[in-house]
């Protein structure tokens, strides 16, 4: 038996788009989207992250760690 065998590479897909993880849109205070938008400059959102908010938030699905410490926020509140 002689046979070559050309072993294929295995291709691992990523799904990751690059730049495209952080297509979120997150919560942050009121008042720090607002001097981002007239600023331009990045802002801490409510799960710690650094990011400067699209014009258009309903572009983009709404990070689930920044929704989650809002729900969290919203029910202490509301105790
Ligand atoms: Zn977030």
């Known amino acids: ?3 070559t065998d050309i072993s294929q ?3 691992s897909e990523t799904l990751l788009d690059e730049g495209d ?3 979120f849109s997150h919560y942050a205070r009121k008042a720090d989207i607002v001097e981002s938008a007239v600023t331009g400059k990045p802002i801490v959102a ?3 992250k ?3 908010p699209d014009r258009n938030p309903d572009r983009f699905p709404l990070c689930p760690k920044c929704k989650e410490i809002y729900a969290q926020k919203k029910a202490k509140e509301n105790r």
């Open 1 to 3: 038996m002689n046979s």
């Open 21 to 23: 993880h952080d297509r």
């Open 46 to 48: 409510l799960c710690g």
């Open 50 to 52: 650094v990011w400067v």
């Open 9 to 11: 590479e295995t291709k």
